[in-house]
């Protein structure tokens, strides 16, 4: 319980000496703590400790968690991973947040499912700006570059933009595991580009969030903008 405490707090120092060194507030970012195959107990002392944002990627997970933390009236669930369209009720009906927007298909799905719940789920639209083909999302790996690949997501974001019950907050992204720090960094100012150029096509779109960041990269992301960083092993440790 008291070594949770202080892993937060380590944690929240970090993100406010990231911020420090960009000149920006750490009230601005929003940690997530990624409590993915972590006990239901991890998670409450992280909420005895103050954390509010909790992260899972298994909709049956966010389910049983939400289902068993009812009680904890201001904690927010974020669904972080990739969603196949069968899998998507729970969260439609349990998250407060949805983190990876990858298709066109799971936007309509989410969106019809909203609707007749009468919910408004947040999201943020997935993006791949590393051109890893390991790495969900739509491609941007050469949006500076192509006009098409430019206009091709312009014109998803304004298909997901216009689903009722579907406010598009910004754009999440991966950066690759185990690369030099300048290929972290690259990535990560890449996606707050895009981002930027996004919102000024779509100027009432306001859109301007970024997910961005993990345990071992969240500073850099806080550097480039990042205003959700997702924080899972420095907080809960390793997984496996
Ligand atoms: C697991 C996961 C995280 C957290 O990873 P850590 O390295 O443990 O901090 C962040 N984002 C996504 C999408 C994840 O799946």
């Given at each position: 319980m008291e070594n949770k405490k202080q892993l937060i707090e380590t944690v929240h120092h970090r993100i406010q000496r990231a911020a420090a060194c960009a000149g920006?507030?750490?009230?601005d970012i929003t940690l997530i703590a990624?409590?993915?195959?972590?006990s239901v107990n991890d998670i409450i002392a992280a909420y005895e400790a103050g954390v509010r944002h909790f992260g899972e990627n298994r909709a049956e997970e966010l389910e049983q968690k939400s289902a068993a933390l009812?009680?904890?009236?201001d904690l927010q669930w974020h669904f972080i991973g990739h969603l196949q369209s069968r899998q998507s009720m729970p969260i439609a009906k349990f998250?407060?947040?949805?983190?990876?927007?990858?298709?066109l298909k799971i936007a309509n799905h989410l969106s019809r499912q909203l609707q007749e719940l009468g919910h408004t789920l947040p999201v943020f639209i997935e993006v791949n700006v590393s051109g890893e083909q390991s790495k969900g999302g739509f491609d941007c790996a050469d949006w500076e570059n192509s006009h098409d690949q430019r206009g091709a997501f312009l014109d998803a974001v304004k298909t997901i933009a216009a689903l009722p019950n579907l406010p598009v907050r910004g754009l999440m992204t991966m950066a690759p595991f185990n690369a030099p720090e300048a290929d972290i960094r690259s990535v990560f100012r890449r996606l707050r580009q895009l981002s930027e150029w996004l919102n000024t096509e779509l100027p009432e779109l306001d859109a301007r969030a970024l997910s961005m960041g993990m345990s071992g990269d969240f500073e850099i992301a806080i550097e480039e903008g990042a205003t959700h960083v997702r924080v899972g092993s420095a907080i809960f440790g390793g997984r496996r």
């Open positions: 920006r507030s750490a009230e990624v409590s993915k195959m972590k009812n009680d904890l009236k998250a407060h947040c949805f983190h990876a927007i990858d298709r």
